[in-house]
């Protein structure tokens, strides 16, 4: 089946560590982003890329860093920079419809707590 | 400045007991207001998508219209199953291929 595949599910980090989450996709989808969610908040973008090799900050982007080497993977570095990160993470991905704007599919997300 | 704020925050009701949820954005340029459903630890389910004025989308017990400011999520005679967070989105012309969310409205019906 088509889908978004977040891993881990589960992370937890020690301050000063970086860590990457993983994001696949086999939707065939150019667009991918990352999103953090926390409590009471709204979905808050991270990182976004419209294609493979190419990448622009979100309205977070302070503390994370990600790479788009091929068109299915978009994996989120959290490093040890980023000041507060614990936070329920998500990966979406997009077809880019020359029509309109299209509808994002999100992965499982990742849990990331930091002790 | 909140450009799309959602109402209630939490909704409690009754199986059966129908209700809207709201969803209010301050964008100009529209080109697409999205509705998601998201249960407790998983990611956002897609909905609804609608763009412009006067459309109406409809899925099982939910119903999205669309307003030049306002979008409603109608649940008819809901059922404890319809218990989650419903999230909406809107993609506008100033903000290029970003989406932007609402904070959520967290439901809950009782049986």
């Known amino acids: 089946d088509g889908g978004i595949t977040q891993s881990p599910k589960y992370l937890f980090r020690k301050e000063g560590q970086n860590v990457t989450l993983s994001c696949e996709q086999n939707?065939?989808?150019?667009?991918m982003y990352w999103y953090r969610q926390d409590p009471g908040q709204g979905l808050r973008l991270i990182y976004y890329s419209q294609i493979v090799n190419d990448f622009q900050k979100g309205d977070i982007a302070e503390g994370y860093s990600v790479s788009r080497e091929k068109k299915e993977s978009f994996p989120l570095t959290v490093t040890s920079a980023q000041k507060n990160p614990t936070a329920f993470y998500l990966c979406?991905?997009?077809?880019?419809?020359?029509?309109?704007?299209?509808?994002?599919?999100f992965g499982e997300g990742s849990r990331l707590t930091v002790l | 400045e909140d450009q799309v704020t959602q109402s209630p925050e939490a909704l409690r009701l009754q199986e059966g007991e129908s209700s809207s949820l709201n969803c209010s954005y301050t964008?100009?340029?529209?080109?697409?207001l999205f509705w998601y459903r998201q249960d407790p630890g998983k990611g956002p389910e897609f909905l609804f998508t609608?763009?412009?004025a006067g459309e109406e989308k409809e899925k099982e017990r939910l119903k999205a219209t669309l307003t030049k400011k306002e979008s409603f999520l109608h649940i008819t005679a809901p059922k404890p199953e319809d218990s989650a967070t419903y999230l909406c989105?809107?993609?506008?012309?100033?903000?290029?291929?970003?989406?932007?969310f609402g904070a959520g409205t967290i439901l809950r019906v009782k049986s």
């Open positions: 979406a991905s997009r077809e880019v419809l020359a029509g309109g704007p299209g509808e994002l599919f």
């Open positions: 609608l763009y412009s």
């Open positions: 989105a809107v993609q506008a012309w100033e903000y290029g291929n970003k989406l932007v």
């Open positions: 939707l065939n989808h150019d667009a």
């Open positions: 964008v100009s340029g529209l080109r697409g």
